[in-house]
């Protein structure tokens, strides 16, 4: 007998008591979440046979090429939000500045609003390699039934109501929280219903992978060097393995399911990191700590850090607590 797996649906509907206050609006926003992905999951899929990989010769806010993926991934995403009257705001990477809902489209009376990454790791889809959309969650702060404004955006990741990420990778998962702990989906594409195949998923606190591009050892932080000395050293139970795909959802993801720390730090290239704190650092790190796991900037919890800018980048540290801790030990030695 074939085992019965809940669907992304059902659950929605067995654990809609778990949203604080709400009004079943944020069950309606995953579910246009969940509906968007399987839109980009299908040109996702099918990206090397159109024409539609590659760049599109313009760069996105962060000046970094834009794929045409990219566009595609961020005009399905901020459509489906949009339309489906959910939201008051949205940020994305893809976009200078935030988009306001404006009220003929509901907006200004919805209370949420959305920040994400619609497409991470883009530089991939050319080699064929995993992908991801990354999306953080907040209660707007500013009055309702007004335009939102830019501190609707600029709140530190321990106020996200939720967060999650879609790895578009050898099978399609949508993985969130919303603060009860981490549920993993995946999708049948045959019939295009999410099935709960990782429930209340956790990463162990220790691990033996490190996840960073070590094309950068020299422009390290002399901690981020001695950390990956004390993982490389033949004693106890080392050294390491070391595995970095070059797609952050794909290297948090497998890190969760095996344990592991993913780092990229500050370097002289990087004077603040390369990931963005909104939109990349913040929900991976409401999954890692939700899933038992740790993020900080090397000193600080990443949850914790107030935003100045809608783009702002971090440092991040993430994955199993004790290696985690052990890398901050290091950044303060
Ligand atoms: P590098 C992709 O561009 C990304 O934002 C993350 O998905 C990934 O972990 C990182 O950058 C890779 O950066 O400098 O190692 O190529």
């Given at each position: 007998?074939?085992?019965?797996?809940?669907?992304?649906?059902?659950?929605?509907?067995?654990?809609?008591?778990?949203?604080?206050?709400?009004?079943?609006?944020?069950?309606?926003?995953?579910?246009?979440?969940?509906?968007?992905?399987?839109?980009v999951n299908y040109q996702v899929n099918k990206a090397g046979l159109v024409d539609i990989t590659g760049s599109i010769g313009s760069s996105n806010t962060s000046g970094e090429d834009q794929q045409k993926l990219d566009v595609y991934a961020n005009d399905v995403f901020i459509k489906t939000l949009i339309d489906r009257q959910i939201v008051c705001g949205i940020a994305s990477e893809e976009n200078d500045d935030f988009i306001c809902v404006n009220s003929s489209d509901?907006?200004?009376?919805?209370?949420?609003?959305?920040?994400?990454?619609?497409?991470?790791?883009?530089?991939?889809?050319?080699?064929?390699?995993?992908?991801?959309?990354?999306?953080s969650i907040y209660r707007r702060v500013s009055p309702p039934g007004t335009p939102v404004v830019l501190e609707d955006f600029l709140q530190p990741g321990n106020q996200q109501v939720a967060a999650g990420?879609?790895?578009?990778?050898?099978?399609?998962?949508?993985?969130?929280?919303?603060?009860?702990?981490?549920?993993?989906?995946?999708?049948?594409?045959?019939?295009?219903?999410?099935y709960?195949?990782?429930?209340?998923?956790?990463?162990?606190?220790?691990?033996?992978?490190?996840?960073?591009?070590?094309?950068?050892?020299?422009?390290?932080?002399?901690?981020v060097k001695k950390y990956l000395k004390f993982c490389q050293e033949?004693?106890?139970?080392?050294?390491?393995?070391?595995?970095?795909?070059?797609?952050?959802?794909?290297?948090?993801?497998?890190?969760?399911?095996?344990?592991?720390?993913y780092i990229y730090p500050t370097s002289s290239k990087a004077p603040n990191g390369?990931?963005?704190?909104?939109?990349?650092?913040?929900?991976?790190?409401?999954?890692?700590?939700q899933a038992n796991g740790k993020a900080s900037d090397g000193y600080q919890r990443i949850l914790d850090i107030v935003p100045t800018e809608l783009h702002q980048r971090a440092p991040f540290f993430c994955g199993s607590s004790n290696m985690v801790r052990k890398a901050e030990e290091f950044m303060s030695s």
């Open positions: 007998m074939e085992q019965s797996f809940q669907t992304l649906g059902e659950f929605i509907i067995d654990n809609q008591s778990d949203f604080q206050y709400s009004t079943g609006e944020l069950s309606r926003l995953i579910n246009s979440i969940r509906l968007a992905a399987k839109t509901g907006g200004y009376n919805n209370k949420y609003v959305v920040l994400m990454d619609p497409l991470d790791g883009s530089s991939n889809i050319d080699v064929n390699v995993s992908v991801g959309t990354i999306f990420y879609i790895i578009y990778g050898t099978s399609t998962m949508l993985v969130y929280t919303t603060g009860h702990g981490v549920n993993g989906f995946t999708l049948n594409p045959a019939i295009g219903t999410y709960l195949s990782h429930p209340q998923m956790t990463i162990s606190e220790d691990g033996r992978i490190y996840s960073i591009n070590e094309g950068n050892y020299v422009h390290f932080p002399i901690g033949e004693k106890d139970d080392r050294p390491y393995t070391s595995r970095y795909i070059g797609s952050l959802v794909s290297d948090v993801h497998r890190n969760i399911i095996k344990g592991g720390i390369k990931l963005r704190l909104l939109y990349e650092c913040n929900p991976i790190a409401m999954i890692m700590e």
